[in-house]
């Protein structure tokens, strides 16, 4: 499979910022992650298409750079489309996983599952908010099964110490690419 890996982000756009106990920037989660991901999917035999690989944005307009993410899918004819991101919120409590997909597309859902039930077996101790139906904006211009997984929350201080470590970027970046690894497997 040819698989579309969007760290989420970058550049001028730093997405969610966590503040407490220090601050932490999604951008650079989000390609830290991405990037270990390549390279695990890489050694299964698989090719990977980054839309960033360093800390930049594809355009200084928010909504060019997401309309340009999804054309480089579509430009490179990846079969799948995956978008990773940490989540916020206005209260420091909320926590967990949970996976976006593409409602209009039955395969979107699928991707979404196998990922999300990856997460879940290897953050079993994390709470798993499941998968939900959205209409994002990136999503519309894409024609290939597609989801957005939110890693957990940076607003949370517990999970901004556990997205911070490298030790569980790696850990999330293989559950990820095993969630891609058994959607594969189906198709
Ligand atoms: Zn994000």
């Known amino acids: 499979m040819k698989i579309a890996l969007d760290p989420g982000h970058g550049g001028i756009f730093p997405g969610a910022i966590g503040l407490a106990p220090f601050e932490l920037r999604e951008k650079d989660v989000t390609l830290a992650i991405c990037t270990k991901m390549s390279n695990l999917l890489k050694k299964q035999g698989h090719k990977v298409i980054l839309t960033r690989e360093r800390d930049l944005n594809l355009d200084n307009n928010f909504t060019k750079d997401l309309r340009m993410r999804a054309a480089l899918a579509m430009q490179t004819k990846s079969d799948v489309f995956v978008s990773v991101h940490c989540n916020a919120y206005s209260d420091p409590n909320p926590e967990g996983i949970e996976t976006w997909y593409?409602?209009?597309?039955?395969?979107?859902?699928?991707?979404?599952?196998?990922?999300?039930?990856?997460?879940?077996?290897?953050?079993?101790?994390?709470?798993?908010?499941?998968?939900?139906?959205?209409?994002?904006?990136?999503?519309?211009?894409?024609?290939?099964?597609?989801?957005?997984?939110?890693?957990?929350?940076?607003?949370?201080?517990?999970?901004?110490?556990?997205?911070?470590?490298?030790?569980?970027?790696?850990?999330?970046?293989?559950?990820?690419?095993?969630?891609?690894?058994?959607?594969?497997a189906l198709a």
Do not use: W
Not at 109 to 136: C, P, W, Y
Not at 147 to 158: A, K, V
Not at 160 to 180: C, H, P, R, Y
């Open 102 to 184: 593409r409602a209009e597309n039955k395969r979107s859902e699928t991707l979404a599952r196998t990922i999300q039930q990856a997460m879940a077996a290897a953050f079993s101790d994390h709470l798993n908010r499941g998968v939900k139906a959205k209409d994002l904006l990136m999503f519309r211009h894409l024609e290939i099964p597609a989801c957005h997984i939110e890693t957990e929350y940076l607003t949370n201080p517990t999970q901004l110490e556990f997205l911070a470590s490298d030790f569980n970027q790696e850990k999330i970046a293989q559950a990820l690419t095993q969630g891609i690894l058994n959607f594969a």
